[in-house]
């Protein structure tokens, strides 16, 4: 407990403390970027992109160990590996327009291609005589484990880039992600802000390669995001709600990572954005699984209620479910007889009923499209135009 | 390259190669055409934690638990992305992959947390498979090909993946028309009384089937690059399903033996003296082949009119 509270607040020495906050940075980058990127349902792209830094690192490990260095340089490792996955999205991106293959086909194709292409250079790295390759496995799954103080600042640098590019091409990207055709309209050039797009979460995969590595890196683009549209309808929030969830995944998931042997970064941080994916599709107000299932109740206990009081109104006995709801609101005795209140509720229901009616002879069908719902009272459905119209008519 | 050592060490592997390879190409074909092609990755993903959690229960690394582990955990994953779908209302690919990333997290950690001492199970193996391993020990040149006692010796991963293949052209065959029908145009084989969604979900089973098998002997690589690459090629070079079928057949075959000469070979060529990932190399040359086929294939451009597909 001791240890975690250490790591969370940043006391495991000063490596780690750069690897936590960069893992926050971009975290925070990539859940805002990937919003955008789930909104415009080009998520996966960025899994082809991930799995195409393979060759890449490969191919800068080898050239640099050729030039007499020891290969590790995670600034030359990410510049190799920004290269083959714009290679990669470029590959995409031709196939699905040249061809006649659909994106997914051109998503699976590029990235299983190559990813094993990547897969054949790290077998040639193993056998190698010279670098030291021991740390380019951790590419695959991330690890902060035993990072040099270069890597973990060059890691906070590059989130710190990533959060700042994010920042400004959010207007351009919310345009386009909430309404494509309106942007196009408004001038926006929507292909050329997509391709910003995906170099922008590219790039941010890359800065996060170190720390959850490639074959989870699609993960923090598209759970944060996930989660965050429980919370909200409205883009802007779920941009930010992405990032902070994103932030606190990477921070949180880092610091995890590092109080105990045998706990990888890559599956920390994105088990930890699962959990609060999780936490948010069970629990979260308005859209969550919870809330959406009491609200259907809620109104299948007001359809009742209603058919009830209209019952009670043209002195009919009201259904058993019926009976049940008019008892728990107090509009029936215990004894099945209307109470007061309950006799001035069925009035006032069947008023409003009348009014329905005439408000579906005069009014176009499409204005009470979605608030005819059966439970909803006239005046809370209309607009005071719409309702002092019905009522001038009935009056 | 043609004697005993070829039979020894190279023969099973070229033939599982190319097995495991044909046992994926035939219902990617479909999977390609309902614009499915993601769910091999899905289904790769997710095999990891279903085997870790098979060891975990049964304590060994034997093939049957494994197989159904991973065949359970690619059913989990089924249901728990139609949730996230249903619930979370998202677009399927962003669902599929919370879902895809979440339960191979889970693997990994379960993997680095068992713990597993000398058990060969690792993420490395799952990923790159380990093709170059399974050779035929006790064979003594072609000879051995009728010799029972030989025979017997055989790498166990051979017969279960012409099962597999075998399984796999067999359900195409049977299935061959509500399959044809369903894909191409869903509310006419619904008219037809054909049950499209029973077809559907037969051909997701299926293909993870495959998946799974497949997996066990070659890795998940070799299992992405087929599902896609091969159908996706036949797809640029012919407008008929059929023929669609047989090419991918044969690119994947193509693809399997290409790859693996090369990655045992090719090295030798270049005056180095390892050989390099079979499994690898095979899904680099059914990359490099679907890349030939985008720049020249025939029927590589979208039809003017859509999709007039010959039925």
Redesign the interface.
């Known amino acids: 407990m001791e240890i975690l509270l250490q790591a969370l607040t940043l006391r495991l020495g000063h490596n780690a403390m750069l690897a936590t906050l960069g893992a926050g940075m971009f975290g925070l980058a990539a859940g805002a970027s990937g919003a955008f990127l789930?909104l415009r349902?080009r998520?996966?792209v960025s899994?082809a992109m991930a799995h195409a830094t393979l060759p890449g690192l490969a191919l800068a490990f080898l050239l640099m160990a050729a030039l007499g260095g020891e290969g590790r340089g995670l600034l030359g490792l990410m510049l190799g590996s920004a290269i083959s996955a714009a290679l990669g999205l470029l590959a995409v991106d031709?196939?699905t327009r040249?061809?006649?293959?659909?994106e997914?086909?051109a998503?699976?194709?590029?990235?299983?291609?190559?990813?094993?292409?990547?897969?054949?250079l790290?077998?040639?790295i193993q056998?190698l005589p010279f670098g030291r390759k021991a740390g380019l496995?951790s590419f695959?799954?991330g690890s902060t484990a035993g990072m040099l103080r270069a890597d973990a600042l060059t890691i906070l640098v590059g989130g710190l880039i990533a959060l700042g590019a994010t920042l400004l091409l959010r207007r351009p990207m919310t345009l386009v992600a909430f309404d494509p055709e309106y942007a196009a309209a408004s001038g926006v050039k929507v292909q050329r802000i997509d391709l910003a797009m995906m170099a922008l979460a590219g790039g941010i995969m890359v800065v996060g390669l170190k720390i959850v590595g490639l074959?989870?890196a699609?993960?923090m683009l598209?759970?944060p995001?996930?989660a965050a549209?429980?919370w909200t309808d409205r883009v802007g929030r779920v941009v930010w709600g992405a990032g902070l969830i994103g932030g606190v995944s990477g921070y949180l998931g880092t610091a995890l990572s590092a109080i105990a042997p045998?706990?990888?970064t890559?599956?920390?941080v994105?088990?930890t954005a699962?959990a609060i994916?999780l936490v948010s599709?069970i629990f979260a107000p308005g859209?969550g699984?919870l809330a959406?299932w009491s609200a259907r109740r809620g109104f299948g206990r007001r359809l009742k209620l209603r058919a009830g009081l209209l019952d009670l109104a043209q002195g009919r006995r009201p259904s058993a479910e019926a009976a049940r709801e008019l008892r728990r609101a107090g509009f029936l005795s215990a004894a099945g007889e209307a109470t007061d209140s309950g006799r001035a509720a069925a009035r006032e229901a069947a008023e409003d009923e009348s009014l329905w009616a005439r408000a579906r002879e005069i009014l176009p069908p499409e204005a009470l499209a979605g608030r005819d719902d059966g439970a909803t009272p006239l005046r809370a459905a209309l607009t005071p135009d719409e309702w002092s119209l019905v009522r001038g008519v009935s009056a | 390259m043609m004697g005993e050592d070829f039979v020894r060490f190279s023969l099973a592997p070229l033939l599982i190669g190319a097995l495991a390879a044909m046992a994926c190409a035939l219902p990617g074909n479909f999977l390609l055409l309902r614009r499915q092609a993601m769910i091999g990755d899905a289904i790769s993903h997710v095999v990891l934690p279903g085997i870790v959690v098979a060891f975990l229960l049964t304590g060994s690394v034997s093939t049957w638990p494994m197989l159904l582990g991973a065949l359970g955990a690619a059913a989990v994953s089924a249901v728990l992305i139609e949730l996230v779908r249903r619930i979370g209302r998202v677009e399927p690919g962003a669902a599929m992959g919370v879902v895809f990333t979440t339960l191979f997290a889970l693997g990994v950690l379960l993997l680095e947390r068992a713990s597993l001492g000398n058990v060969h199970l690792d993420v490395q193996h799952a990923l790159y498979g380990n093709l170059e391993s399974l050779i035929w020990l006790r064979s003594s040149g072609w000879a051995s090909l009728t010799d029972p006692k030989a025979l017997a010796t055989l790498p166990e991963e051979l017969p279960r993946m012409a099962a597999v293949a075998g399984l796999m052209g067999l359900l195409t065959l049977i299935f061959w028309r509500p399959l044809k029908i369903s894909t191409f145009d869903e509310g006419f084989a619904r008219s037809l009384g054909i049950p499209v969604r029973m077809v559907s979900f037969g051909l997701v089973l299926a293909a993870a089937a495959a998946c799974v098998a497949a997996f066990d002997a070659v890795g998940s690589i070799i299992v992405i690059a087929m599902l896609v690459c091969p159908p996706a090629t036949a797809r640029l070079m012919t407008d008929r399903l059929a023929t669609q079928v047989w090419l991918s057949l044969a690119f994947a075959v193509f693809a399997a033996v290409l790859g693996y000469v090369l990655a045992g070979y090719g090295p030798l060529w270049l005056g180095g003296e390892d050989s390099v990932s079979a499994a690898g190399m095979i899904a680099t040359v059914s990359g490099l082949t679907l890349g030939i086929a985008a720049l020249y294939g025939p029927h590589r451009r979208r039809d003017e009119a859509g999709e007039p597909q010959a039925l």
Request: aromatic fraction near 10%.
């Open positions: 789930v349902k998520a996966l899994d031709w196939l040249r061809t006649r293959l659909t997914d086909a998503i699976g194709a590029v990235l299983a291609s190559f990813f094993g292409f990547g897969v054949v790290m077998t040639v056998t496995e695959l799954l074959v989870l699609v993960a598209i759970l995001a996930a549209r429980f045998r706990l990888p890559g599956p920390m994105v088990l699962a994916f599709m859209r699984a959406l």
